[in-house]
């Protein structure tokens, strides 16, 4: 079956940086959409950033644009998301996931059919 498994959440301090991991398997990754989401209590989930098959095309929200890096590498199944300068208002769990193959990039959940477990970012003041 499908299985997205993030990694590299964790406690920084506001200014750091993480690198989060996706590994994917179960689906033909190098032919699949990939987005990230995060959701903070009380708030709607959202698209930080997403990447088409090829990593050729990429979306940021606002919220990232200029300081998180989509990219992915096809031979090992992984997407990365890479977080500078983070923000308090970064904290929230960051989701992987994956949406049906030779779609077109997309920025929205209901788009997505396949989701990780979730990592815990927390960026302290």
């Known amino acids: 079956q499908v299985q997205l498994v993030e990694s590299g959440g964790g406690l920084v301090q506001a200014g750091a940086s993480l690198r989060l991991s996706c590994a994917a398997s179960?689906?033909?990754?190098?032919?699949?959409?990939m987005g990230w989401f995060r959701q903070a209590p009380g708030k709607e989930r959202e698209c930080v950033a997403a990447?088409?098959?090829?990593?050729?095309?990429?979306y940021y929200a606002d919220s990232g644009k200029g300081r998180f890096t989509i990219s992915r590498d096809n031979a090992k199944n992984t997407v990365y998301l890479q977080m500078n300068r983070l923000k308090p208002e970064d904290t929230a769990v960051y989701y992987c996931?994956?949406?049906?193959?030779?779609?077109?990039?997309?920025?929205?959940?209901?788009?997505?059919?396949?989701w990780g477990q979730g990592t815990q970012v927390t960026v302290s003041s």
């Open positions: 990447i088409n098959w090829s990593g050729g095309n990429t």
């Open positions: 179960g689906l033909p990754f190098s032919s699949s959409p």
């Open positions: 996931a994956a949406s049906a193959p030779y779609s077109r990039l997309r920025t929205r959940a209901h788009e997505y059919g396949y």
